[in-house]
Nanobody
Framework: VQLQASGGGLVQAGGSLRLSCAPS????????MGWFRQAPGKEREFVAA????????YYANSVKGRSTISRDGARNTVYLQMNSLKPEDTAVYYC???????????????????????WGQGTLVTVSS
């Protein structure tokens, strides 16, 4: 079982990127999917998450209003569209999947990285000022 994250790169402040996460198995269509990030010297932090139906989404305050998480069932892919990027968004971004989180779970549950069972390898986002 693998999660393949892609879409990172170098972008100027104010620019946009779309990250993608493609699970290797279609059973992930029933999993809650999340994005986390970790900047050098900092702890891993929650970015956004989406329920299997797409009906529930949560965002960290730091990206709310600038980012959109979505999932395409036909392509079995989860996306994180990030706009108005800032230098402080620079980090390695990881996608993750949870087999146990509920579709109507609370933000505190979706934002907790121990709730996720599977992790991708990460994709680096660098925002220059």
């Amino acid at each position: 079982v693998q999660l393949q994250a892609s879409g990172g790169g170098l972008v100027q402040a104010g620019g946009s990127l779309r990250l993608s996460c493609a699970p290797s198995e279609r059973t992930f269509s029933k999993y809650v999917m999340g994005w986390f990030r970790q900047a050098p010297g900092k702890e891993r932090e929650f970015v956004a998450a989406i329920s299997w139906s797409g009906g529930t989404t949560y965002y960290a305050n730091s990206v709310k209003g600038r980012s959109t998480i979505s999932r395409d069932g036909a392509r079995n892919t989860v996306y994180l569209q990030m706009n108005s990027l800032k230098p402080e968004d620079t980090a390695v971004y990881y996608c993750a999947a949870s087999a146990t989180l509920l579709a109507d779970g609370y933000y505190s549950d979706y934002a907790a990285w121990p709730e996720y069972d599977y992790w991708g390898q990460g994709t680096l986002v660098t925002v220059s000022s």
